[in-house]
Protein backbone atom coordinates (compact mmCIF):
# COMPACT_ATOMS: atom_id res chain seq x y z
CA UNK A 1 0.00 0.00 0.00
CA UNK A 2 1.15 3.25 -0.40
CA UNK A 3 -0.12 6.58 1.13
CA UNK A 4 0.10 9.96 -0.42
CA UNK A 5 -1.23 13.44 1.16
CA UNK A 6 -1.32 16.19 -0.70
CA UNK A 7 -1.09 19.75 1.00
CA UNK A 8 -0.31 23.50 -0.20
CA UNK A 9 -3.89 23.92 -2.04
CA UNK A 10 -5.27 27.75 -1.14
CA UNK A 11 -6.71 30.90 -2.25
CA UNK A 12 -4.66 32.92 -4.25
CA UNK A 13 -5.06 36.05 -6.77
CA UNK A 14 -4.71 35.51 -10.70
CA UNK A 15 -1.01 35.84 -11.44
CA UNK A 16 0.00 34.29 -8.01
CA UNK A 17 1.73 31.43 -7.52
CA UNK A 18 1.45 28.32 -4.53
CA UNK A 19 3.24 25.08 -4.70
CA UNK A 20 2.06 21.66 -4.10
CA UNK A 21 3.29 19.06 -1.86
CA UNK A 22 2.55 15.46 -2.20
CA UNK A 23 4.13 13.33 0.68
CA UNK A 24 4.05 9.44 0.24
CA UNK A 25 4.79 6.76 2.97
CA UNK A 26 4.19 2.75 2.35
CA UNK A 27 6.44 1.89 -0.17
CA UNK A 28 9.84 2.99 -1.14
CA UNK A 29 9.01 6.27 -3.05
CA UNK A 30 11.88 6.04 -5.72
CA UNK A 31 10.03 2.88 -7.23
CA UNK A 32 7.42 4.88 -8.59
CA UNK A 33 6.58 7.53 -11.20
CA UNK A 34 4.03 9.91 -10.27
CA UNK A 35 1.80 12.60 -11.71
CA UNK A 36 -0.60 15.20 -10.82
CA UNK A 37 -4.43 15.35 -11.75
CA UNK A 38 -7.07 17.94 -11.23
CA UNK A 39 -10.83 18.15 -11.35
CA UNK A 40 -12.68 21.20 -11.66
CA UNK A 41 -16.50 21.41 -10.61
CA UNK A 42 -18.31 19.10 -12.78
CA UNK A 43 -15.93 18.26 -15.34
CA UNK A 44 -13.41 15.00 -15.63
CA UNK A 45 -10.37 14.76 -13.36
CA UNK A 46 -7.63 15.81 -16.16
CA UNK A 47 -3.89 15.29 -16.33
CA UNK A 48 -1.27 17.76 -14.97
CA UNK A 49 2.25 16.72 -15.11
CA UNK A 50 3.87 13.64 -14.94
CA UNK A 51 7.78 12.81 -13.64
CA UNK A 52 9.53 9.90 -14.17
CA UNK A 53 11.11 7.39 -10.84
CA UNK A 54 14.15 9.43 -10.74
CA UNK A 55 12.91 12.75 -12.00
CA UNK A 56 14.63 12.61 -14.93
CA UNK A 57 11.83 13.30 -17.45
CA UNK A 58 8.82 15.37 -17.22
CA UNK A 59 5.78 15.80 -19.25
CA UNK A 60 3.03 18.17 -18.82
CA UNK A 61 -0.13 19.24 -20.40
CA UNK A 62 -0.41 22.06 -22.98
CA UNK A 63 -2.83 24.02 -20.30
CA UNK A 64 -0.17 24.12 -17.72
CA UNK A 65 3.65 24.04 -19.69
CA UNK A 66 5.70 26.59 -18.71
CA UNK A 67 3.76 27.69 -15.70
CA UNK A 68 4.28 24.55 -13.96
CA UNK A 69 6.96 22.91 -12.73
CA UNK A 70 6.74 19.41 -11.36
CA UNK A 71 9.49 18.08 -9.09
CA UNK A 72 10.36 15.18 -6.95
CA UNK A 73 12.64 14.62 -3.78
CA UNK A 74 13.22 10.91 -3.43
CA UNK A 75 15.07 11.18 -0.63
CA UNK A 76 12.30 12.93 1.55
CA UNK A 77 9.65 10.55 -0.34
CA UNK A 78 8.11 14.12 -1.17
CA UNK A 79 6.35 15.21 -4.88
CA UNK A 80 5.98 18.83 -5.46
CA UNK A 81 3.77 20.77 -7.72
CA UNK A 82 5.18 24.55 -8.52
CA UNK A 83 2.47 26.80 -10.00
CA UNK A 84 3.23 30.03 -11.46
CA UNK A 85 1.05 32.43 -13.47
CA UNK A 86 -1.81 31.15 -12.08
CA UNK A 87 -5.61 31.59 -13.65
CA UNK A 88 -8.68 31.25 -12.66
CA UNK A 89 -9.32 28.80 -14.92
CA UNK A 90 -6.74 26.51 -12.60
CA UNK A 91 -9.40 26.49 -9.97
CA UNK A 92 -9.70 22.52 -8.96
CA UNK A 93 -8.96 20.38 -6.72
CA UNK A 94 -5.49 18.68 -6.81
CA UNK A 95 -4.62 15.22 -6.56
CA UNK A 96 -1.29 13.66 -6.58
CA UNK A 97 -1.04 9.77 -8.11
CA UNK A 98 1.71 6.69 -7.85
CA UNK A 99 2.03 4.51 -10.30
CA UNK A 100 3.91 1.18 -9.50
CA UNK A 101 4.28 -0.19 -13.88
CA UNK A 102 5.39 2.70 -16.18
CA UNK A 103 8.09 4.65 -16.52
CA UNK A 104 6.05 7.72 -16.96
CA UNK A 105 2.35 7.26 -17.08
CA UNK A 106 -0.13 10.23 -18.60
CA UNK A 107 -3.48 8.39 -17.84
CA UNK A 108 -5.78 8.31 -15.09
CA UNK A 109 -6.04 4.46 -15.66
CA UNK A 110 -2.03 3.75 -15.12
CA UNK A 111 -1.99 5.13 -11.78
CA UNK A 112 -2.46 2.59 -8.61
CA UNK A 113 -3.05 5.50 -6.21
CA UNK A 114 -4.46 8.84 -5.21
CA UNK A 115 -4.45 11.21 -2.67
CA UNK A 116 -7.27 12.71 -0.94
CA UNK A 117 -6.56 15.89 -3.21
CA UNK A 118 -6.18 19.49 -2.16
CA UNK A 119 -8.38 23.06 -3.03
CA UNK A 120 -6.70 25.16 -4.93
CA UNK A 121 -8.73 28.61 -5.99
CA UNK A 122 -7.92 31.31 -8.21
CA UNK A 123 -9.56 34.86 -7.85
CA UNK A 124 -9.81 37.09 -10.80
Known amino acids: QVQLVESGGGLVQAGGSLRLSCAAS????????MGWFRQAPGKEREFVAA????????YYADSVKGRFTISRDNAKSTLYLQMNSLKPEDTAVYYC?????????????????WGQGTQVTVSS
Open 97 to 113: AADLNYGLALLKVDYDY
Open 51 to 58: ISRGGGTT
Open 26 to 33: GRTFSNYA
